[in-house]
């Protein structure tokens, strides 16, 4: 069945450094979704791409949609200890028969102050 | 302004009793979802109901039932809970296809 996955899986950075996370499917994808979920919290809707090659931005956030529609990135600019925490892309697709969205892995990250 | 409500916030059970975990949402939204996340993994889909009156089966039913019981709610049984059960457990709602998905604030449940 459809997989997407997400690396790394952690990361640690140093107040203020780049953070980058891969979203991988193993189908092509109509859109991508972003959510973000804080410690102890719940997941929260960041974005969706749409088109092929597609780059939304979102204050220090970029998020990018790949020419194949099969990968998608999101990347942190100066990252803030309010950057913490999981952020899972999801990609829709048919499973059992039902049109449904598969989340990834996730990526958790840590800022260190 | 609740989005999705689900209850209770928190349980713990022993092995072998039953519980429901409700779900509500005021955003007359279609489609509904149950999702478990154990620590330090990501979302992994029980079952899922496109609309009022359907469900089907995500990547982990074994152990649980659902319940579509109108457009607002979607409930889920645990009938003989097992210590692998013990997991955080998220509802979410989506108007439609290709739609953000909403999450409630979670059900943290320990089975002992």
């Known amino acids: 069945g459809q997989q997407v996955m997400q690396i790394p899986q952690y990361q640690h950075v140093q107040e203020g450094e780049d953070f980058t996370t891969y979203c991988n499917s193993s189908t092509t994808l109509s859109n991508i979704q972003w959510y973000k979920q804080r410690p102890g919290g719940h997941p929260v809707f960041l974005i969706q791409l749409v088109k092929s090659g597609e780059v939304k931005k979102q204050k220090r956030l970029t998020f990018q949609f790949g020419e194949a529609k099969k990968n998608s990135s999101l990347h942190i600019t100066a990252t803030q200890t309010t950057d913490v925490g999981t952020y899972f892309c999801?990609?829709?697709?048919?499973?059992?028969?039902?049109?449904?969205?598969?989340f990834g892995t996730g990526t958790r990250l840590k800022v260190l102050a | 302004n609740a989005g999705v409500t689900q209850t209770p916030k928190f349980q713990v059970l022993k092995t072998g009793q039953s519980m429901t975990l409700q779900c509500a949402q005021d955003?007359?939204?279609?489609?509904m979802y149950w999702y478990r996340q154990d620590p330090g993994m990501g979302l992994r889909l029980i079952y899922y109901s496109a609309s009022e009156g359907t469900t089907d089966k995500g990547e982990v039913p074994n152990g649980y039932n659902v319940s579509r019981l109108n457009k607002r709610e979607f409930s889920l049984r645990l009938e003989s809970a097992a210590p692998s059960q013990t997991s955080v457990y998220f509802c979410a709602s989506e108007r439609g296809l290709d739609q953000p998905q909403h999450f409630g604030d979670g059900t943290r449940l320990s089975i002992l």
């Open positions: 999801a990609g829709p697709g048919y499973t059992s028969g039902t049109y449904k969205y598969i």
């Open positions: 955003m007359n939204h279609n489609s």
